[in-house]
């Protein structure tokens, strides 16, 4: 009686397996993008950028979709992110420096820790720059006016606690002057303030200053090599201040990623980083690419955080 029952489970339990579904394949619903700022803006057209390749990457009949949830800076939408389900079905664009410098100077319901990272795309990085009217040609007139003047320049930013402020502390640090801070609230305002003369100098990602070159002198770049987009303009390297500094922008989903859908997700987006169109599409819109995934991506993030940190803990902007 015992063989024959053992026989009979074992018969049923063959047959469940064999009528049991199959397991569904990522992706099997759509996959949201949450955008922590405004649409129309650099962020979020990045996303959708992305995201339509994305799909094309994933094949089948994946599809992604973009959620604006602008607000505290971009924290709103940072930590709805980091508190959804890991399943692969939330990502979430990622702002570096300034998705990790939140957490210095408020309350924040998540921590570098708190997400997987999947892939940067942009990175922009910061300039020097002034209006054509001030006469001033280079970055060494400028700090020579510094030097001379101490606390007398002003530097207009798109606020504090983030890439444009942390780019005029270094460039402060590195040549040894000291600059007046003035924050505005966001970069176009930073820009008409130093156009109109109301600051003397201003620094703003490059991508900021394309389309202004009839009112802007962009004295150097803060990067490690010139860019395509000026090549013409020097790096502070080049003129002797080992200064990088710049807006990182990439996609990352919750900690707790399965593997499988890590490694589905990075071969995706890397394929499409690796599609000639989206390259184009990228010129065409004046994002500098920069693309480094996975731990590399993690790695980034953490050296970002890290400058942050260091900056908070010796010059706190709140």
């Avoid at 130093?194 to 003397?200: A, E, S």
């Avoid at 201040?241 to 990075?266: H, Q, T, W």
Wanted: glycine residues 12%.
């Amino acid at each position: 009686m015992k063989s024959l029952m053992k026989g009979l489970l074992s018969g049923l339990t063959l047959l469940g397996l064999s009528a049991a579904p199959a397991l569904a394949e990522y992706p099997e619903k759509p996959i949201e993008i949450i955008v922590g700022y405004s649409a129309g803006g650099g962020t979020d057209v990045l996303a959708r950028t992305v995201g339509g390749y994305l799909e094309k990457a994933l094949g089948g009949e994946a599809s992604v979709v973009v959620k604006n949830m602008p607000g505290a800076g971009g924290q709103i939408g940072f930590t709805a992110v980091a508190q959804a389900k890991p399943d692969g079905y939330t990502l979430g664009t990622f702002n570096l420096p300034a998705a990790l410098a939140l957490t210095l100077d408020r309350e924040a319901d998540y921590d570098a820790d708190s997400f997987t990272y999947l892939a940067n795309f942009v990175k922009d990085p910061n300039t020097i720059v002034v209006s054509k009217e001030t006469g001033i040609e280079s970055l060494k007139d400028l700090l020579d006016r510094a030097a001379k003047e101490p606390g007398r320049v002003t530097m207009g930013l798109s606020a504090l606690g983030g890439n444009d402020h942390f780019a005029g502390i270094l460039m402060e640090s590195a040549a040894g002057v000291d600059v007046s801070f003035v924050p505005f609230k966001g970069a176009a305002n930073a820009r008409a303030a130093i156009m109109g003369g109301h600051v003397m100098a201003g620094t703003m990602t490059l991508g900021q200053t394309v389309g202004y070159e009839d009112n802007l002198r962009v004295l150097a770049v803060l990067d490690s090599e010139r860019s395509p987009f000026a090549p013409d303009v020097p790096t502070a390297k080049e003129l002797g201040y080992d200064v990088e500094m710049g807006s990182y922008r990439g996609l990352v989903a919750p900690a707790g990623l399965p593997e499988a859908v890590r490694e589905k997700l990075l071969t995706a987006l890397r394929a499409v980083n690796d599609n000639p169109e989206f390259q184009k599409t990228m010129v065409e819109q004046g994002n500098p690419a920069s693309f480094v995934a996975g731990d590399d991506f993690a790695a980034l993030a953490g050296k970002q955080a890290s400058v942050a940190a260091k900056i908070w803990n010796a010059t706190p902007w709140k």
